[in-house]
């Protein structure tokens, strides 16, 4: 429904962001994009330190989580915060793979119908493959095993929360 053109008020800034900024002219001719793609050159050497610290987190977690007797609480919490943390940060640190596998595990803990059903084996095996594609350097879609793991894990986690009544008509899982 339309509102009025007397329902909007306009709001004038009062600081002009123009003359808080310094332009810089002339001289050097540095371009801010190659300035941010040598940046992240530099960072990039870093890379693999951070993928091994986010699957050694994976790891750490889930041990945890395993000796709480997969009871629902912060060794719980703790274990998706980290499978939800690489599957942010793992096509950045050069791990395309990693991200669809840790993306598959988060879907399924995200849609587990509860405790009592939980896929303990199916757990274990996206953190197996998570160590397997870091171990194995399996980055992306042309590593044909890890793309072929990845895609595996997905399809029975999908098929595991159709047959016990926790998906919808939507998949929790993105694309």
Not at 128 to 148: F, K, P, W
């Amino acid at each position: 429904m339309a509102q009025s053109a007397e329902a909007y008020e306009i709001v004038e800034a009062k600081n002009d962001l123009r003359k808080k900024v310094r332009e810089v002219r002339g001289g050097r001719g540095e371009d801010p994009v190659a300035r941010a793609e040598a940046a992240l050159k530099i960072l990039s050497s870093h890379f693999e330190d951070w993928a091994a610290d986010e699957i050694r987190e994976i790891e750490t977690t889930h041990a945890a989580w395993v000796k709480a007797g997969y009871a629902d609480g912060p060794k719980r919490d703790g274990f998706f915060r980290a499978a939800h943390d690489l599957k942010g940060q793992a096509t950045t640190l050069g791990f395309p793979l990693a991200t669809r596998v840790a993306g598959s595990l988060c879907a399924l803990l995200e849609g587990l119908p509860g405790p009592d059903k939980l896929p303990r084996a199916l757990i274990e095996q996206h953190v197996q493959a998570l160590r397997a594609i870091h171990r194995e350097r399996a980055r992306d879609e042309n590593d044909r095993v890890g793309a072929a793991l990845a895609d595996t894990l997905r399809e029975v986690s999908t098929r595991y929360l159709a047959d016990n009544g926790a998906l919808g008509d939507e998949t929790p899982f993105d694309e």
